[in-house]
């Protein structure tokens, strides 16, 4: 699968998805570290990417059709990066099989 991780996530989430085999780009080594959900979103689009975020507002955006790549959206609230990484990495078979089906919106809790 083909990741793009957005800035409020560690770069040590794309370290651990590559080394399990995964391609995956940080959002600060592809574009600013300022740019607008519009540009993330259509550089994933671009690219075939799944977008990781935090971010309620790709969320919206999928509910009004509107998101033309997939989400994995993290709902962990406020925890360690290590944590974070840890529980993504755990979950991720699970993970993937809601994205290789076909959801538009992955939620890990």
Known sequence: MNFLIDAQLPPALAVQLCAAGHDAVHVIAV??????????????????QVIISKDADFVMLARQARLPVQLLWVRLGNCGNRLLVDRLMATLPSLLNGLEGGAAVVELR
């Open 31 to 48: 574009l600013p570290g300022n740019a607008p959900d519009i540009a993330l979103l259509n550089h994933a689009a671009a690219h075939g």
